[in-house]
């Protein structure tokens, strides 16, 4: 004897069946795979300067050895898997995104060219960032490149004469440093005294 409930879950059941799900649902998924093309990926990569300074302290040097490096792993992740904060120091010099990944032992893509930039590595500038702890400094440029999320060229500059700091900024925020009078020179005009009468 059946219940009159049991039939009407018969009867609705017969379309939506556990296979017919199955398969349907297969077929959609298949369908928005197939539409979507090949996955991409991304990655950060970084441009590292990494000072040996363990080496440094053995050997009592004053200037360690320094390498730059090209890795996907952020500064904290390469003192952890290179020996640690005892063995060596880790600057990060520069960070943009890479299309792809680096299995298989790939090397990260490299670092993007400047648009259009107005400095180049080598070049002296001053900061003239407003309220910043570095306005006013002059320093060196060491690394130049564009970052597309921002649409905006980066440069690294390095201040010799400030313990080496170095830090980045956006192009709006150096200038060409102005000509130095040479030391000694007056900049008032030379004005010579009448004769004496």
Known sequence: MTFPMERRRRKSGRFWSMPRVGVLLALVLGALTLSAGAPRAEYRAYELEVVDLYDCRLNKREKCRVNRVLTALDTRQYVITHGGPYHIGVVMLATWICRGDTSFFQAVCPRPAPNKPKFKSGDSVRIVLKKHITEGWVGTIQVAYFQPS??????????????????????????????????????APNVQNPPAQ
Do not use: C, H, I, M
């Open 150 to 187: 921002l649409q905006a060229n980066v440069y690294g500059v390095r201040f010799a004469d400030r313990k080496n700091v170095y830090a980045r900024y956006y192009e709006k925020d150096l200038a060409k440093p102005e000509a130095q009078a040479p030391q000694g020179s007056s900049t």
